[in-house]
């Protein structure tokens, strides 16, 4: 017993110490490509399922040259102090985006950023947006902030103050992940919110009764507080079909698109899907 002990304590030190290892090799991947442009945005349509137009999308950061997924380097981006600069990145790209957009003459429509906790502690981030802002001349309303319910976790009353000056602004908040974390719902009348997104498991539950109950009551839910609602994940005709019949109406997810470049996205930007 002892020896099989010990064995054991030598196997998770080896462990740690590939997890080390394995996060100090993408921090420094991170910080490599925050000052070698080594970052890009990939956009994902967010469709009205009523007539299949495209309402919006949301940009999900990617590396270039690395299969890293975002989930597991945004981790070390919060834990090495980077998220901040990284975050930069993505409010400035996408306001190019935008921006774009209207050179080459194409109708703006909203994109959704996800917005790290960590970020609340930028300091002139909002100011950072609202001259980026101004500098290309967008309308406020056409950037939308992605929050999750964690933001509440770290400070509430500076959380909540932040969301107020963005909205200020006009920019627009989503809850993102909508019903992960807190079980209660009480922030909802506390938090400045536009929007809310469904996560993709209650969709995946969607086959038997009770999970339907759950998203029919989730978007009464977002109704009565006035809130759209996006259901993500969306992978397949059946759960289009579902989501219709429960009057959800915005879908985001694989069955119409997986996120892609931004040449494509200014190609199907005015698309609208046979439905
Ligand atoms: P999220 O914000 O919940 O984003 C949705 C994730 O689901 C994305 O993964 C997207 O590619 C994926 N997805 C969309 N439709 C489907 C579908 O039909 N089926 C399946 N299986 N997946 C679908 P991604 O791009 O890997 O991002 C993972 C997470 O990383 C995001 O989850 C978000 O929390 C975070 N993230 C991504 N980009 C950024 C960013 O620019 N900043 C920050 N702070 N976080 C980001
Ligand atoms: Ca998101
Ligand atoms: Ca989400
Ligand atoms: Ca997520």
Same mark, same amino acid.
């Given at each position: 017993?002892?020896?099989?002990?010990?064995?054991?304590?030598?196997?998770?030190?080896?462990?740690?110490?590939?997890?080390?290892?394995?996060?100090?090799?993408?921090?420094?991947?991170?910080?490599?490509?925050?000052?070698?442009?080594?970052?890009?945005?990939?956009?994902? *349509?967010?469709?009205?399922?009523?007539?299949?137009?495209?309402?919006?999308?949301? %940009?999900?950061?990617?590396?270039?040259?690395?299969?890293?997924?975002?989930?597991?380097?945004?981790?070390?981006?919060?834990?090495?102090?980077?998220?901040?600069?990284?975050?930069?990145?993505?409010?400035?790209?996408?306001?190019?985006?935008?921006?774009?957009?209207?050179?080459?003459?194409?109708?703006?429509?909203?994109? %959704?950023?996800?917005?790290?906790?960590?970020?609340?502690?930028?300091?002139?981030?909002?100011?950072?947006?609202?001259?980026?802002?101004?500098?290309?001349?967008? *309308?406020?309303?056409?950037?939308?902030?992605?929050?999750?319910?964690?933001?509440?976790?770290?400070?509430?009353?500076? %959380?909540?103050?932040?969301?107020?000056?963005?909205?200020?602004?006009?920019?627009?908040?989503?809850?993102?992940?909508?019903?992960?974390?807190?079980?209660?719902?009480?922030?909802?009348?506390?938090?400045?919110?536009?929007?809310?997104?469904?996560?993709?498991?209650?969709?995946?539950?969607?086959?038997?009764?009770?999970?339907?109950?759950?998203?029919?009551?989730?978007?009464?839910?977002?109704?009565?507080?006035?809130?759209?609602?996006?259901?993500?994940?969306?992978?397949?005709?059946?759960?289009?079909?579902?989501?219709?019949?429960?009057?959800?109406?915005?879908?985001?997810?694989?069955?119409?698109?997986? *996120?892609?470049?931004?040449?494509?996205?200014?190609?199907?930007?005015?698309?609208?899907?046979?439905?």
């Amino acid at each position: 017993a002892k020896k099989s002990g010990k064995n054991q304590s030598a196997f998770f030190s080896k462990a740690l110490q590939n997890t080390i290892l394995m996060k100090n090799k993408i921090h420094d991947i991170l910080r490599n490509s925050l000052n070698n442009n080594g970052f890009k945005l990939l956009y994902q *349509p967010q469709v009205d399922v009523s007539t299949g137009e495209i309402v919006g999308f949301e %940009a999900l950061i990617r590396l270039k040259d690395h299969q890293i997924s975002p989930a597991e380097f945004i981790a070390v981006a919060e834990e090495h102090g980077l998220i901040k600069r990284m975050g930069r990145f993505v409010i400035r790209q996408t306001i190019l985006e935008l921006s774009k957009w209207k050179v080459v003459g194409l109708d703006l429509k909203p994109i %959704a950023i996800n917005f790290s906790v960590k970020q609340i502690n930028d300091k002139g981030i909002i100011e950072y947006i609202e001259s980026l802002l101004s500098e290309h001349r967008i *309308p406020a309303k056409y950037l939308e902030i992605e929050i999750t319910e964690s933001i509440l976790l770290e400070n509430d009353s500076e %959380a909540i103050m932040f969301l107020n000056r963005l909205k200020e602004i006009g920019v627009k908040i989503a809850l993102d992940d909508f019903g992960t974390g807190y079980s209660s719902l009480s922030y909802l009348s506390n938090l400045p919110v536009d929007k809310m997104k469904l996560d993709k498991k209650f969709i995946d539950q969607h086959l038997n009764e009770s999970g339907k109950k759950i998203i029919k009551q989730l978007i009464l839910l977002a109704e009565a507080f006035e809130l759209d609602v996006v259901v993500e994940g969306v992978e397949t005709i059946e759960q289009v079909r579902l989501l219709q019949e429960l009057k959800c109406k915005y879908i985001q997810g694989y069955y119409f698109s997986k *996120p892609i470049e931004d040449e494509q996205i200014r190609e199907i930007h005015s698309k609208k899907y046979d439905i």
